[in-house]
């Protein structure tokens, strides 16, 4: 082909517009066709001509006239459908005739030693350092890789985990025991660290785990051999509170020295990560009080029931008296050493179905609850009280009650006001049955639930009543009896 004919020089660009313009016909497409592939004289022209489109482009390009509303949405054609498709074949024919020259470039440089490849082992997952073993009503948070969370699910090191409602309970491998509630957020970096971002956790540590730390923003917790609870608050503040042991509190200063504060037994510090300073505190373990009841064996309790976390002083609280209010008091985990006959319910619902009893044998182990009512004025109390493990009976009378103080209460507590006349729920007198129209106004206690581990009851009255409700317990729950604790009383 001659490209220096005027003639066939328009006629090529006659071909290309008419494809352009999708004119074109099967013949002169295929005729086109020919010459881009066969003739270079024919594809400098072509090359030419999509240069000069792409000058007049972008200097159209800087142009931003205001477009008119009614042709804002019409079809694209004619111009505009030529301009398109300028670009698109300018891109192709530029490759053809770019990629050979590229080609020979690095066909004609000399060979480059490649380096051997570096070979890097798989570190692998890393470890599983805590499983989940108990959920009371979690709610997981977005954090979770899961929606939900099966009790036996293991975490790895690094893991976030963030609770939104309920309670939960993690065991570490080193064996300590974190029990979280509430809006928590929290990491285990390895079996003897935890970060805790925000929230409410308490731990148990063995012997085994001593020297556990809980870091937090601007210090972090120790343990010495110890429970204690840590909260986290939405400044980035935290207290540790010490329920038994020894804890120390640690921050750390930007010259490098290090503040510490140790704490024994009911002693508290505040850590402000903005000053990073650590002070002292009122010790308040009702802070914590729905860990530790989970602690210790509660499920879950209704509005109208308080957890006491402490042991009591007096076995009649007179500091624990609230209108609507029942409370919760766990005593000790003791073995039966004879035989015990307690109620499998209380209430006089029938006079011809007496409340039934039943003996628990020798041997067996219970957990002990006293329950204690004392509103001061009249009133009426109905509520529940969940338990992890089944409700081995109750005990409801005087002498019952008598009887068990000497198993199942702390040493702590004083038993001077231990024979307080009708400190028991008081029995109705037969006649008072028989004429009562209404026999649910009278106390009741009634065990429910598919594995008997929920406690219903009905109290009505304006003087102290209390009850043991005693729970079976596994052998791992025993407590030494009036055992030394590691810390200052």
């Known amino acids: 082909m001659d490209g220096r004919n005027p003639q066939t020089r328009e006629s090529t660009l006659a071909l290309i517009e008419a494809m352009l313009c999708g004119e074109i016909t099967p013949e002169d497409q295929q005729r086109l066709n020919d010459l881009l592939k066969n003739d270079d004289t024919a594809r400098l022209i072509f090359v030419e001509h999509m240069d000069l489109q792409a000058e007049v482009l972008r200097l159209a390009g800087r142009a931003q006239?205001?477009?008119?509303?009614?042709?804002?949405?019409?079809?694209?054609?004619?111009?505009a459908l030529r301009t398109a498709a300028w670009m698109l074949v300018a891109t192709a024919v530029s490759a053809l005739l770019i990629v050979p020259a590229i080609v020979r470039f690095f066909a004609t440089q000399p060979a480059q030693p490649q380096a051997a490849p570096q070979i890097v082992a798989d570190a692998g997952p890393l470890p599983l350092v805590a499983t989940l073993v108990a959920e009371f009503d979690?709610?997981?948070?977005?954090?979770?890789?899961?929606?939900?969370?099966?009790?036996?699910t293991e975490m790895r090191a690094g893991d976030w985990i963030e609770l939104e409602a309920g309670a939960a309970v993690l065991e570490l491998r080193s064996g300590v025991r974190c029990v979280i509630s509430g809006e928590t957020l929290l990491s285990f970096d390895g079996g003897q660290n935890c970060f805790l971002d925000s929230g409410l956790a308490t731990f148990e540590v063995p012997p085994q785990a001593i020297g556990f730390e809980v870091t937090t923003h601007g210090g972090k917790f120790v343990d010495r051999g110890t429970e204690f609870g840590v909260a986290v608050g939405v400044m980035g503040e935290s207290e540790v509170h010490v329920f038994k042991g020894l804890v120390d509190a640690q921050t750390d200063f930007a010259d490098g020295n290090v503040q510490t504060l140790r704490l024994s037994r009911h002693?508290?510090?505040?850590?402000?990560?903005?000053?990073?300073?650590?002070?002292?505190?009122?010790?308040?373990?009702?802070?914590?009080?729905?860990?530790?009841?989970?602690?210790?064996?509660?499920?879950r309790i209704s509005p109208t029931v308080r957890f006491v976390p402490e042991p009591l002083a007096e076995i009649i609280p007179h500091e624990l008296q609230e209108f609507g209010r029942v409370f919760l008091c766990p005593e000790?985990?003791?073995?039966?050493?004879?035989?015990?006959?307690?109620?499998?319910?209380?209430?006089?619902?029938?006079?011809?179905?007496?409340?039934?009893?039943?003996?628990?044998?020798?041997?067996?182990?219970?957990?002990?609850?006293?329950?204690?009512?004392?509103?001061?004025?009249?009133?009426?109390?109905?509520?529940?009280?969940?338990?992890?493990?089944?409700?081995?009976?109750?005990?409801?009378?005087?002498?019952?009650?008598?009887?068990?103080?000497?198993?199942?209460?702390?040493?702590?507590?004083?038993l001077a006001d231990a024979d307080r006349p009708l400190r028991a729920i008081e029995t109705p007198s037969a006649a008072a049955i028989a004429g009562n129209g209404d026999l649910s106004t009278f106390d009741r206690l009634r065990v429910s639930g598919p594995d008997g581990k929920t406690l219903s009851f009905h109290l009505k009255g304006s003087q102290v009543d209390q009850f043991r409700v005693l729970v079976h317990a596994d052998p791992e729950s025993l407590e030494p009896a009036n055992g030394p604790d590691n810390g200052e009383k």
């Not at 006239?65 to 111009?79: F, K, Q, T, Y």
């Not at 002498?399 to 507590?413: I, Q, R, W, Y």
């Open 65 to 79: 006239p205001v477009p008119e509303p009614n042709l804002m949405h019409r079809p694209v054609g004619g111009a």
């Open 138 to 152: 979690a709610t997981w948070g977005e954090v979770m890789d899961l929606p939900s969370l099966p009790v036996g």
């Open 267 to 299: 002693h508290a510090a505040t850590l402000n990560p903005h000053t990073r300073s650590l002070s002292l505190t009122r010790f308040d373990v009702n802070t914590f009080a729905v860990p530790i009841a989970i602690s210790e064996g509660v499920s």
């Open 332 to 414: 000790q985990t003791e073995v039966l050493e004879q035989e015990l006959v307690v109620y499998e319910r209380f209430d006089f619902l029938a006079t011809d179905a007496p409340t039934p009893r039943r003996p628990l044998p020798a041997g067996t182990r219970l957990k002990s609850y006293l329950v204690h009512f004392s509103p001061g004025r009249d009133s009426t109390v109905d509520g529940e009280i969940t338990f992890q493990m089944p409700i081995a009976g109750l005990v409801a009378d005087g002498p019952g009650l008598l009887a068990t103080d000497a198993v199942f209460v702390h040493s702590e507590t004083s």
